[in-house]
């Protein structure tokens, strides 16, 4: 038995160390993060008694250059808990781990606090300082004034001649207490697991996203009612235009050929006419499949075109990883194992009840795993070839996570700055696992999200406690997601769902039409009528903006106070605040100096009123200490919608008025 009971090894340490964050299933999936993401860590810490420890973090940077941050308690909210906030400003992969140990000085100022004012074992007490303090003068690491001030202190506090309260005033020098605070006397050090915590690029995790259709820019109705289709070239035009609203990413969706067996007509139609363009996610026909181009867009060398101007404008392309096919793709005749064939010999096309895509064939990854990925590897590298960086992949919750942790792995190996995007509406599990396997993005429930109290939950969620593997695109709108609130929300509307889309989170989107205040759905669906899937949709953006009618001059201000102000740029800074009305979110997002290049701290404010049809005047009540303000602190604000300037304290009334500007996005003036 004795054998038995010393072969046992404990878990804990000698000082217990667990839930360490950012991690993600116990260390199963390494955490992400983006280069210059401030990333929160913590952790619980605590020892036996009433004796006082303290933490560290202990980061290992791919450089191999390792650094030390001390951890503090979170608070009595947060007994035993601690953390720190760390800069990540370097792509690959980082280690870390927590330190914690017996803070020997600390405990023993906390004793000797309480007892020599009573009077209670007054020699000893002394001598077990003077011990700590010889102990600061023998370590070699120290500068020697450092160590003869130990010195000086050990003879003081050992000296029993000399008055109890000199030698507790010696022991409490600010200067002796800066040193021990921050190179402490230490004992019992223990150190927590390694975990991991990859940092992509910062594209990853920023970035703001405009899609459009690349057939319908430039497309011309001819005389006799004919389309000639837009192209590369023509599309090219638009892009300095994206540029200027302060998009970073054009996102297009497929580019390749479309079958014509079962083309979708107008509104989703199952009989299209012979000039309908049908639904460029039917992929594949005669002109080649995944790695072509549509003859009607151009040539290769046409979309590198494309991508050339793109790259002049600053901006970014994402094309569309759609893993199905048409029932004209190449691969139905040279690889019919790709698919499912049904009992009665027919191949089985995509379903989503009660949508059905009968021009559509799904992908089966059962029948020939190997073989398919394979194909995909190799279509995916084709893309990059020709510089694409980026994919926004298409459903990627109807085929095996299995495969997709494999490919973003086999693919990130070789191109470290690919970004995969999912788009991927729902169960939360499936969104979750997605990301862990490694998605760096992904489409969100935010679409639906719209009452304070569904937004408040919403955005707790992807900032804190997802925020380790998961990254909300808030796209506002998209193809196929035409909301209610959009629907029969006015204007008002579309800039309520901008504003929080494009300050609450890192990376939002907009799908082309959203600065023409699109709104009018297919009856009985909640997608846009006339869906440009089915069809061309030029639209004259120029004549809108002319005439006041373009909600594109909101949209840049939005995207210009993001490139402004970093504190917009992070995902886990977000704070709720209060307000006396159930209809006016309010929540703040903070970049602190230390993490600044200029040296300066930044904050923003967001008061948005979600009610589109109504003037709500209300108090927000402010946690201003979230603000790196002191409690009780009054301070400017200026909006930086209008350009209005406040004084603001924890208290505060708003009016937000839905028909004039429902939104106050404020910059706080940090103190002189």
């Known amino acids: 038995?004795?054998?038995?009971?010393?072969?046992?090894?404990?878990?804990?340490?000698?000082?217990?160390?667990?839930?360490?964050?950012?991690?993600?299933?116990?260390?199963?999936?390494?955490?992400?993060?983006?280069?210059?993401?401030?990333?929160?860590?913590?952790?619980?810490?605590?020892?036996?008694?009433?004796?006082?420890?303290?933490?560290?973090?202990?980061?290992?940077?791919?450089?191999?250059?390792?650094?030390?941050?001390?951890?503090?308690?979170?608070?009595?909210?947060?007994?035993?808990?601690?953390?720190?906030?760390a800069l990540l400003d370097a792509e690959g992969e980082w280690r870390f781990r927590m330190q914690a140990w017996a803070d020997e000085w600390g405990t023993w100022r906390a004793v000797a606090e309480k007892k020599i004012p009573a009077g209670v074992d007054i020699a000893v007490t002394f001598?077990?300082?003077?011990?700590?303090?010889?102990?600061?003068?023998?370590?070699?690491?120290?500068?020697?004034?450092?160590?003869?001030?130990?010195?000086?202190?050990?003879?003081?506090?050992g000296d029993d001649a000399a008055p109890a309260e000199a030698r507790m005033a010696a022991a409490s020098e600010p200067r002796v207490n800066q040193i021990m605070a921050e190179r402490p006397v230490v004992s019992l050090q223990t150190l927590s697991e390694t975990r991991r915590i990859v940092v992509e690029r910062t594209r990853a995790g920023v970035g703001a996203w405009y899609e459009f259709f690349p057939r319908s820019i430039g497309a011309k109705r001819r005389g006799d009612g004919t389309w000639q289709s837009g192209t590369f070239r023509t599309a090219a035009l638009r892009l300095p235009e994206v540029a200027a609203m302060g998009f970073d990413v054009v996102y297009l969706p497929p580019i390749h050929p479309i079958g014509r067996a079962y083309r979708k007509g107008p509104n989703n139609a199952l009989t299209a006419g012979p000039d309908d363009p049908g639904s460029p996610w039917a992929i594949g026909g005669p002109d080649g499949g995944h790695d072509a181009i549509h003859p009607e867009l151009g040539t290769v060398e046409d979309f590198q075109y494309f991508l050339g101007k793109a790259e002049l404008s600053g901006l970014e392309v994402a094309i569309d990883l759609a893993l199905q096919a048409s029932p004209d793709h190449p691969w139905v005749q040279t690889h019919p194992e790709w698919f499912t064939t049904l009992p009665d010999g027919t191949i089985a096309y995509a379903e989503n009840p009660p949508k059905k895509y009968?021009?559509?064939?799904?992908?089966?990854?059962?029948?020939?795993?190997?073989?398919?990925?394979?194909?995909?590897?190799?279509?995916?590298?084709?893309?990059?070839?020709?510089?694409?960086?980026?994919?926004?992949?298409?459903?990627?919750?109807?085929?095996?996570?299995?495969?997709?942790?494999w490919l973003i792995h086999d693919v990130n190996a070789a191109h470290p700055d690919v970004v995969f995007l999912a788009e991927a509406f729902s169960r939360p599990a499936v969104m979750q696992t997605l990301a862990k396997a490694g998605f760096q993005q992904s489409y969100s429930y935010f679409t639906w999200r719209n009452t304070k109290a569904e937004l408040e939950e919403f955005l707790t969620t992807i900032s804190r406690d997802w925020?380790?593997?998961?990254?909300?695109?808030?796209?506002?709108?998209?193809?196929?997601?035409?909301?209610?609130?959009?629907?029969?929300?006015?204007?008002?509307?579309?800039?309520?769902?901008?504003?929080?889309?494009?300050?609450?989170?890192?990376?939002?989107?907009v799908y082309s039409g959203y600065e023409l205040y699109e709104s009018?759905?297919?009856?009985?669906?909640?997608?846009?009528?006339?869906?440009?899937?089915?069809?061309?949709?030029?639209?004259?953006?120029?004549?809108?903006?002319?005439?006041?009618?373009?909600?594109?001059?909101?949209?840049?201000?939005?995207?210009?106070?993001?490139?402004?102000?970093?504190?917009?740029?992070?995902?886990?800074?977000?704070?709720l605040h209060g307000s006396d009305d159930d209809a006016v979110l309010v929540y703040s997002k903070r970049f602190d100096a230390r993490f600044s290049r200029a040296g300066r701290s930044d904050?923003?404010?967001?008061?948005?009123n979600v009610d589109p049809h109504s003037v709500r005047e209300t108090l927000v009540h402010l946690d201003v200490t979230a603000l790196g303000l002191d409690p009780g602190a009054e301070f400017e604000v200026r909006d930086l919608v209008t350009g209005q300037r406040w004084n603001w304290s924890a208290r505060n009334y708003v009016r937000l008025d839905s028909f004039y500007e429902p939104v106050h996005i404020l910059h706080v003036k940090e103190p002189s």
């Open 1 to 85: 038995m004795a054998n038995d009971t010393d072969a046992f090894t404990p878990v804990l340490g000698r000082i217990p160390l667990i839930e360490p964050s950012p991690e993600v299933d116990g260390g199963l999936f390494a955490a992400k993060a983006f280069a210059g993401e401030v990333v929160p860590f913590e952790i619980t810490a605590f020892r036996e008694g009433h004796d006082l420890i303290g933490v560290d973090l202990m980061l290992l940077a791919p450089s191999g250059e390792q650094t030390a941050h001390r951890m503090q308690p979170l608070g009595i909210e947060h007994p035993d808990r601690w953390g720190v906030l």
């Open 127 to 157: 001598q077990e300082g003077a011990i700590i303090a010889e102990r600061a003068a023998a370590d070699q690491r120290r500068s020697k004034a450092e160590r003869r001030m130990f010195t000086d202190l050990a003879r003081m506090l």
């Open 358 to 405: 009968q021009d559509i064939y799904p992908l089966n990854f059962d029948n020939d795993y190997d073989g398919l990925r394979h194909e995909v590897r190799r279509i995916v590298e084709h893309w990059i070839g020709l510089g694409i960086k980026i994919f926004r992949v298409d459903n990627p919750h109807t085929k095996p996570l299995r495969f997709w942790e």
């Open 467 to 509: 925020a380790p593997f998961y990254r909300a695109n808030l796209f506002v709108n998209t193809p196929d997601i035409l909301t209610e609130y959009l629907q029969f929300g006015g204007r008002a509307a579309f800039k309520i769902r901008a504003a929080i889309a494009a300050t609450a989170g890192p990376l939002w989107g």
């Open 520 to 575: 009018v759905a297919r009856p009985g669906a909640e997608e846009y009528i006339d869906n440009e899937k089915y069809e061309f949709k030029p639209r004259d953006f120029g004549r809108a903006a002319a005439s006041g009618d373009s909600l594109a001059p909101y949209l840049t201000m939005l995207n210009q106070a993001r490139k402004a102000h970093p504190a917009l740029r992070q995902l886990r800074n977000l704070t």
């Open 603 to 608: 904050t923003v404010i967001v008061v948005a």
